[in-house]
C-alpha cells in the first residue's frame, strides 16, 4: 500500500476508499480523526462527533475524518451493520438534520460498501477549514475516546485556530523559554565533521530564528545546554516494578553530542559472549543485540520525537532495551508506507542535519533494518508513543543483572544502584554467566564509606519525594552543615535521580530537590 497523499480525492471509488479502510483497520488504536461502531446511532451525538472529528482533523493535517459503521470498536474486527442512514429524525431526513446544524457548511457524506465480506457504511468527514467546525452552536473536539466541548479547552482551540492559519506549532516556529543561548559545542561539532560554519550566518542557515527573530527550539536542542533531560534508566528484572539498576543523563547539553552520547553507550551495553555451545575449535562471539538495528532505532527516536511534548526515553531491563519516542505516525503516513522506509520525517530541518553531519547516511533505512533482524512486533504504535524493543540474545539463562556492562554497587537492603564513581566496563567485560555474582542472598553488602554514602543517598531519595529545601534535608539526616549534604546530593543531581526545582538558578536561596521517579 502506498503512503496516502494530500488530496480530495479519497472518496471518489470505493475501492479508494477500501484502501483507506485497510490503512485505518493496520493500526494498533483508533485515532481522534476515525471512529469504529458497529450499529451505534444516537443523531445528536453523531452531529457532535462530526464537529469534533472535522476539528481534529484539521489540527493534525488530515483532509478527512471517517466514522464507519460496521467494525467493532475493540478487536477492530469487520462484523457488518444494520445502520441505516436513509432514515428520519422526527420525520426530517437524517443527512437534512445534520446539514441543518453545522456551521460552516460542511459537505459530509455516506458512502455505502462491501469490506472483507461485510456491509459497512462510512461517514466522510471533511476537515474544519478558516474557523472550527461547530454544531448546534457548539464547537467540539476529541481527545483520546473522549468527545467534549472545544469551550472548555481553550488552550487547544488557540492550537486549532493556528492551525487552521497554518501556524501548527514546529521546533521552528516555536520560541524557546531561553533566550540566553551559547552554541560554542555546535561549531566545535561541525568542525569535526570538517565542516566550517558561518558566525554571521548559521543561525539562518540552521533555522534558529523565529519569524520575530527569537531563538526557536530548535536552537535551544543545538545550544551548549538544551536544558532537557534525556536519560537511560536500568532496571534489573523486567518491568519498571523490579529495582533500579542505574541512572545515565545524556541531556542537558548540545543534542548532537546526546545522540552521540546515547550511540556510544550502546557499545557499553552490547558486550560480546562468549559461545561454548557446539564448540569444536574456535570459540564463537554472540552480541547482546544488533548493533546496527540499535542505532536506527537511537537515530529514529531522535529525529521523529516531537520535542515540544518532551524527549525520548530509554530503558534497559533483563531481557532488552525498550527506545520510546514521542508522538505518533506523522499525517498522510500509513502503516505500510511506515514499515516500507517511506521517510515522512516530523522534524525535517533536523532531520537535514543529521543528513548533513553523515550521523546518518540516508533517510528511511532505519524502520526497515530493525523490521528485517526483529521483525514488526518490534514497533508498537500508541496513542502518543512509538517503542521500539531491543531484545537481548543471552547465551546463558542465569544472568539477573540488566546487561553485562553495567556493574552494580550493592546496598544495605541488596539494591543495586550506580554511584558517581562506579566503573562502567567496555566491551571486554566478562559476560554475566552462571558464575556471575548477583546481588542476593550470597552477595556482600557494601560496607563502611561506601555503604554510607549509598545508605544516605537512598534516605534522600525517599525524603525528596516531594520538593525539599537543603537546609531540610541536612535537618532530617541529622547534619549540622549544608556542605555534609551536598556532597550526597551532586552524585544524585549528576546520575539523574534528583533534581532541582530551579535548575536555571542552581545557587538560588529558594532552590529545592525532588526525586526524579
Sequence with gaps: ???????????????????????????????????FKENWFVPHQLGEYISGM????AMVGQPFAYFVWGITDDAHQVVGTSFDYHQDVKNEPLEHYLARQIKPDLDFKFRDLTLRGERVVVLIIPAAKNVPTAFDRSRYYRIGSSKVNLADYPEREAQLFMALRGEIPTLEKTASEYQDLSFNKLFAYYGSRGITLNKRTFKKNLNLLTADGKYNVMAQLLSDNSQIPIRFGLFTGKTKASPMYAVREFGNDCLLYSLDGILRYGEVLNVPQADERNRVVERKEVMLFDQDAYREAVLNAFVH?????GAPAFTVF??????????TLPPKQTLDGFFAGESVPVNEKLAKIILQLHISEQTGRGVPAIVDVYGREAFRLAENNIKVTIPFERISDGVNAPVAGEIAQVTENNTPVTEKNTPVTGKNTPVAGKNTPVAGKNTPVATSVGAEKTSTAMRILEYCNEPRGITDIASYLGYKEKKSVRKHLQPLLEQGRIAMTIPEKPNSRLQKYITIK
Excluded: C, P
Aim: glycine fraction near 2%.
Design 1 to 35: 500500500m502506498s503512503r496516502l497523499k494530500k488530496t480530495d480525492n479519497y472518496d471518489n471509488t470505493n475501492n479508494s476508499l477500501r484502501e483507506v479502510l485497510e490503512d485505518l483497520l493496520s493500526r494498533n488504536y483508533e485515532e481522534d480523526w476515525f471512529e
Design 54 to 57: 472535522s476539528n481534529v482533523a
Design 305 to 309: 520525537n516531537h520535542w515540544l511534548e
Design 318 to 327: 533483563q531481557d532488552r532495551i525498550e527506545i520510546l519516542s514521542r508522538g
